[in-house]
């Protein structure tokens, strides 16, 4: 018997573009093959994201089959919580498509707007109590220096509006590249007490930008199944 | 959407005229249009479910039982093809009002208790059937005329209580200044208005909000105290009753709105006072006071110019003859 149904999505956090290890576009896609959904936020302060950086997120959001939005750090908390909704509401609206194809023929859009409006009644109801697991993969390499606190507080900014919805969420950081010369260390929230925003304050950014190494950490966490209580028997929507 | 742009409803069949782009947010923009010769306001959007919810929670809650207009009367929600793009649009009421941060600068700080309490009848409304409005913020208050009666805008962040809510301002979200959680209930819209008071009494600038953006929730706080004590100390308006609600004093929209009213009801007092003094002595110390603008750096440069200019005038009477 299935179980509750469950999202799963990775948010990419950056400013520049990957320069070490596998394709982070290749990665995405691969993570969306698993039903993960990964969605880019590109930060433009100094300028460090340039074209190629934004053609890569754009690319790595479409190969992830989420959503993608360049914007300056102090507008990451307003972001990060309109990029993790609206992408669990595409994911979501995917799956009623898809049925709705069966069904109809055609998708929500082609319904009559009363009709419309309800099934994004569903939608948005569906949004509120899913099983939500969100991954954080967070560019720390020395140019991000000048934004981690801003990152550390978006982060925060969005455990208040998980810890706000009626359906139980789980989340957990990969920062890339790691201090000690690994590519990505993966940072989860032991116990119940404190914040997950808090291990950024602790990092010191540095070295080069291994994006694809880090979103494979990340996927990889998530499929393995000890991730996520083990009370819950879930399936992936 | 280019302005004077013809388009026409898929299903419903309306017709409309784009006049002027009115406003653009996250999820979408507002113009003014035409629509069988009555001026209405249609929001464009990409994202229709978005748009959908708005479009649910505008015909549930624009209007209350008793006929009273909480928001904008709800006309159709349509899609369109604009210049080869499929759009979604919810047509709705015009109101023609300003924006509440725009009449307080015009008309002065002694309306901000008034507008307040005429919001907070409103959310009263919206309170009584199980849901808060949310994203509480100056552009989403409409004063309508010179009583300061106000209507509510843009319906997309209305959640029902219980729920997360999706919606919000960082400013006047009670989250962000870690005065409580982002869970929908009644005084979640209670703080929404206190942090709106106080910062129509003593704004914030982008630059506060961009340093505060990367300050802990509780930093954040001590500094809003602090500006609120400055703000006491110097300015007009509803401070005091602010911050009783920001330190949990006050529990309740009936609390603030009896709070708010006497102050409101003092302040005309005053005025009325003054007035009156005004009349007998030809000018009494309370009309002036009124009147007085804070000295600023403007003035300061004016002074300096002046005091130079002095300056250099004596120094050429002296020496020069």
């Known amino acids: 018997m299935p179980g509750e149904p469950m999202l799963r999505q990775l948010l990419l956090i950056t400013d520049g573009c990957s320069n070490l290890g596998t394709d982070p576009v290749y990665v995405a896609q691969m993570g969306k093959g698993r039903g993960i959904a990964t969605s880019v936020i590109g930060i433009v302060d100094d300028g460090a994201l340039g074209e190629r950086g934004r053609t890569e997120a754009r690319n790595i959001a479409d190969a992830g089959g989420g959503m993608c939005r360049i914007v300056r750090a102090t507008d990451l908390a307003q972001t990060v919580q309109m990029v993790t909704r609206q992408t669990m509401q595409l994911t979501l609206l995917q799956v009623v498509n898809a049925e709705l194809r069966g069904i109809i023929g055609g998708d ?80 989860r929230r032991i116990g119940g007490a404190g914040m997950i925003a808090d291990v950024i304050g602790g990092l010191r950014p540095a070295g080069n930008t291994p994006t694809g190494p880090a979103l494979e950490l990340a996927i990889q966490t998530m499929l393995d199944s000890a991730s996520w209580p083990a009370s819950h028997q879930h399936h992936v929507v | 959407m280019p302005i004077g742009v013809r388009f026409a409803g898929k299903w419903r069949g309306g017709s409309y005229v784009a006049l002027r782009l009115v406003g653009s947010g996250a999820n979408g923009s507002v113009y003014l249009a035409e629509r069988g010769g009555e001026r209405v306001a249609v929001k464009v959007a990409d994202n229709p479910t978005a748009l959908s919810l708005e479009y649910d929670r505008l015909l549930r809650f624009a209007q209350d039982g008793g006929g009273r207009a909480i928001g904008p009367r709800c006309i159709e929600l349509d899609d369109t093809v604009i210049g080869g793009v499929k759009r979604f649009f919810l047509a709705m009421e015009y109101i023609d009002g300003m924006p509440l941060d725009a009449f307080i600068r015009l008309r002065g700080p002694e309306w901000i208790a008034v507008c307040l309490v005429n919001m907070l009848d409103l959310l009263e409304l919206l309170h009584s059937r199980g849901y808060i409005f949310g994203d509480v913020k100056p552009a989403n208050i409409l004063v309508q005329n010179d009583a300061g009666d106000v209507r509510l805008v843009d319906f997309g962040g209305v959640a029902p209580v219980g729920q997360s809510v999706k919606e919000f301002t960082e400013a006047y979200d009670r989250a962000w200044w870690a005065f409580g959680s982002r869970r929908a209930d009644v005084r979640y819209d209670l703080t929404a208005c206190a942090l709106l008071g106080l910062q ?122």
């Not at chain 1, 319904?111 to 697991?133: F, H, I, Q, W, Y």
């Not at chain 1, 550390?152 to 969005?158: G, Q, V, Y």
Request: charged share 30%; with cysteine.
């Open chain 1, 108 to 187: 929500a859009d082609a319904l009559p707007p009363e009709t419309r409006s309800k099934v994004a009644g569903v939608v948005d109801r569906m949004s509120e109590e899913v099983l939500l697991e969100l991954g954080l993969v967070i560019d720390v390499s020395a140019s991000m220096a000048s934004k981690m606190n801003a990152v550390r507080e978006a982060i925060r900014d969005l455990e208040f509006g998980l810890k706000a919805r009626t359906g139980e969420s789980d989340m957990f950081i990969v920062t890339y590249p790691g201090e000690q010369g690994e590519t990505a260390v993966l940072h």
């Open chain 2, 200 to 321: 129509l009494a003593a704004p914030l600038c982008k630059a506060d909000l961009e340093r505060l953006s990367c300050l802990r929730p509780v930093d954040r706080a001590a500094w809003l105290r602090k500006h609120a004590a400055r703000a006491a100390a110097t300015g007009d308006g509803p401070i005091a009753e602010v911050v009783a609600v920001m330190d949990g004093e006050v529990r309740d929209l009936d609390e603030f709105r009896r709070r708010l009213s006497r102050t409101a009801g003092q302040r005309r007092q005053v005025s009325a006072d003054g007035m009156a003094r005004l009349g007998r002595r030809g000018g009494g110390r309370e009309g002036r006071r009124r009147r007085r603008r804070a000295w600023d750096r403007t003035d300061w440069g004016l002074l300096a110019a002046v005091a130079v200019f002095a300056a250099t005038l004596v120094t050429v009477l002296w020496f020069g003859v």
